[in-house]
């Protein structure tokens, strides 16, 4: 019996830079195919090629052993693969259940849609997924989870064979993850066949049966998850030895930077902890628990109702961003395309806050300096 998906051979480049370099990868039906690679290792062009996003330069994939060619992702989808793409593709302003019908064939009465009937289609394919949600929401208002969850409900409403997801995890919370994993197996049961693609491995681990991994556009290496290890894909990924995940630790010194006593803001109450120079402190909790608070209330995003808070064992009470920043507290945010970055160059995003030593009376004049010191950040 031939494979449900059948690559041979794939090649692209982009202006003269070979991307994917001859690539074979094949998925059985009730298969799920890790596609591993570091950034840029070619996997989402790959799976945009089987989107019908990019076209092939050469090579061929076959679906149920036929071959295929696809100019747009309608073809795709018509072929049966179902994407959920890395920049989920959803459309805002619409219901959940209308994104999830479509493009398929809407019910009508009387040339009306028939939205009773709508939403109760749409709640049956979530059902199959062994999920629960208001489909009749508009999706701008969903969680990240409910996002991929409508995303893979269209998959299924689409009847697709194949089912791709290309870093579906990355803004999950860990019960977010049994989630979507729960509901990966019941679509390996039903005999989709899934390539899924993650920098997460201990992820990969446990969800996938078989793995391709890609360097450079070329495929490295694959095989059985049963029969490798974290740290054999991870020298495999890189190309090399690579000795351990995280740098060593350095020890902390005993210079207390840090102090927060009783602090209580805006979903937090009591908080007490203390960091020392060289040490990094992880703060753990559920999503909503009050975790991006305390480092809001320490960056001066967010008032403090109350507790003290001390720098280098002075009274810090940042009224501002800016002032925190003047202290030399600075917030890498979660939501970091949203809050952490502002539209321009990656120059003007490393300089920002230090208008003030670029200024020559007042008028933003020197480029020459700007220049120096987004150099000098960056290097560091
Ligand atoms: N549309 C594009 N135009 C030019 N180069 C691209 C384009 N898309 C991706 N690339 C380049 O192709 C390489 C592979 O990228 P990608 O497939 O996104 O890798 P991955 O998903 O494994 O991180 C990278 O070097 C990237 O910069
Ligand atoms: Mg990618």
Redesign the pocket.
Known sequence: MSNLLEITGLTKS??G?V?LNNVDLSVGAGEVRALL??????????IKILAGIHHEESGTFAIDGVKQTFRNPHDSALAGVATVHQELMISPGLSVAENVLLGTKMPTRLGKIAWGELNRTAEKWFAELGQKIDVSRPVDELSAVQMTMTAIARALCLDAKILILDEPTAALTDSEVHLLFATVKRLRERGMGIIY?SHRLEEVFTIADTYTV?RN?SKVSEGKVVDTSIPEIINSMAGREVSSIFPDRSIPGSNEILSVRDLSAKKIRGVNFTVKAGETLGIGGLAGSGRSEILRVLAGAQRRASGTIELHGNVYLPKSVGSAQSDRVVLVPQERRRDGLIPGSILSNIVITTLSKLTNFGFFSSTRKERKMGQAAWEK
Do not use: D, H, I, P
Not at 37 to 46: F, H, Q, R
């Open positions: 982009f202006g830079t991307v690679g570091e950034n840029g290792a070619g996997k989402s062009t790959l693609v890609l556009g």
